[in-house]
């Protein structure tokens, strides 16, 4: 079973390695830095659940799930810019919010998602040397929102959310590129 928190939750760094789901914060947490490790499944606080704020910038490790299948409306808000979301899966009814968005990893990208992944100012995708991804190919309820998106990259960037919004800062593709955009699940984008 989960450790359960109904009452908030708030500190400078909190670590979460080396435990498996860890905690349900229902009363909310305010961490600056929150510590994952980075090693296996098996080590990680992967069950995000209830409403969480990261006051700094905030880079997720793999195996990080905000939500879970049995349990929608978590959301995590990322007061500054968010990096490199590598495997992070915003299970359905769940939403990340951030203020900006950063990809330089050279690894698949958030593309687990069937969630709502909100970025209020930019995102920059650049550097990326795989084919990169917002969310799941087959991710039917996945939602996009972003103020606007660029792309400095040499490979495909997919954009495979059933629901896309661009702000007024529209999609600009960087100076040094060869990319080409693609849409899947057309429907409703």
């Given at each position: 079973?989960?450790?359960?928190?109904?009452?908030?939750?708030?500190?400078?760094?909190?670590?979460?390695?080396?435990?498996?789901?860890?905690?349900?914060?229902?009363?909310?947490?305010?961490?600056?830095?929150?510590?994952?490790?980075?090693?296996?499944?098996?080590d990680n606080a992967r069950a995000i659940v209830?409403?969480?704020?990261?006051?700094?910038?905030?880079?997720?490790?793999?195996?990080?799930?905000?939500?879970?299948?049995?349990?929608?409306?978590?959301?995590?808000?990322?007061?500054?810019?968010?990096?490199?979301?590598?495997?992070?899966?915003?299970?359905?009814?769940?939403?990340?919010?951030?203020?900006?968005?950063?990809?330089?990893?050279?690894?698949?990208?958030?593309?687990?998602?069937?969630?709502?992944?909100?970025?209020?100012?930019?995102?920059?995708?650049?550097?990326?040397s795989k084919d990169f991804s917002l969310a799941?190919?087959?991710?039917?309820?996945?939602?996009?929102?972003?103020?606007?998106?660029?792309?400095?990259?040499?490979?495909?960037?997919?954009?495979?959310?059933?629901?896309?919004?661009?702000?007024?800062?529209?999609?600009?593709?960087?100076?040094?590129?060869?990319?080409?955009?693609?849409?899947?699940?057309?429907?409703?984008?």
């Amino acid at each position: 079973t989960l450790t359960v928190f109904d009452r908030t939750v708030s500190g400078n760094e909190i670590d979460f390695s080396n435990t498996a789901h860890c905690c349900e914060f229902r009363g909310g947490i305010t961490v600056e830095k929150p510590v994952f490790s980075n090693s296996s499944e098996n080590d990680n606080a992967r069950a995000i659940v209830g409403d969480w704020t990261i006051t700094s910038d905030w880079s997720p490790v793999s195996y990080n799930e905000l939500g879970r299948d049995d349990a929608t409306g978590s959301s995590i808000t990322v007061l500054g810019e968010l990096q490199d979301p590598h495997n992070i899966v915003i299970h359905p009814g769940s939403v990340l919010t951030a203020e900006t968005m950063k990809v330089t990893s050279s690894t698949y990208s958030a593309y687990r998602n069937n969630g709502r992944l909100v970025i209020k100012g930019l995102m920059n995708i650049a550097n990326t040397s795989k084919d990169f991804s917002l969310a799941r190919k087959d991710g039917d309820n996945a939602t996009i929102i972003a103020g606007g998106i660029v792309y400095n990259t040499g490979k495909w960037p997919y954009l495979n959310a059933k629901t896309l919004v661009v702000g007024a800062d529209g999609i600009k593709f960087g100076s040094t590129h060869d990319s080409r955009l693609r849409f899947s699940n057309s429907a409703g984008i």
